[in-house]
């Protein structure tokens, strides 16, 4: 990979891999997942290329932290949302936008603060 396109890379990285948890709080908005769900969503309708396992890693981190709560449904693990969450996921978006519009002179309106 030429010198210029590794910055890049480190970036897309950065924002997919290294933050998953805004793609699966998007997705756990809709509804409860089971984890393999959460892993095939990922993929298919954000196009991150990543494992099962790091998503998985990725659910353990965010159920440790107090993002997610898992329950039983079916005799399967499930995970949802916990109230506060949302918030959480408002301020990262406010973030984002921002540092479209400080940094890259564009910004993406997202109208209120709701989804």
């Not at 095939?40 to 440790?64: P, Q, S």
């Not at 959480?88 to 540092?99: N, P, Q």
Request: glycine share 6%; proline share 3%; net charge positive.
């Amino acid at each position: 990979m030429p010198v210029s396109q590794k910055a890049l890379a480190r970036l897309v990285s950065k924002l997919t891999k290294e933050n998953l948890w805004i793609y699966v709080v998007r997705l756990l908005m809709e509804r409860p997942m089971y984890g393999y769900e959460i892993a095939k969503e990922v993929r298919a309708r954000f196009n991150i290329d990543i494992t099962n396992v790091g998503v998985y890693m990725v659910l353990y981190k965010m159920e440790r932290d107090g993002l997610i709560e898992t329950f039983t449904s079916g005799g399967s693990k499930m995970y949802r949302l916990r109230p506060e969450t949302v918030e959480l996921w408002l301020k990262a978006r406010d973030f984002i936008s921002a540092v479209l519009r400080d940094v890259f002179g564009c910004g993406v309106d997202c109208g209120t603060r709701q989804v």
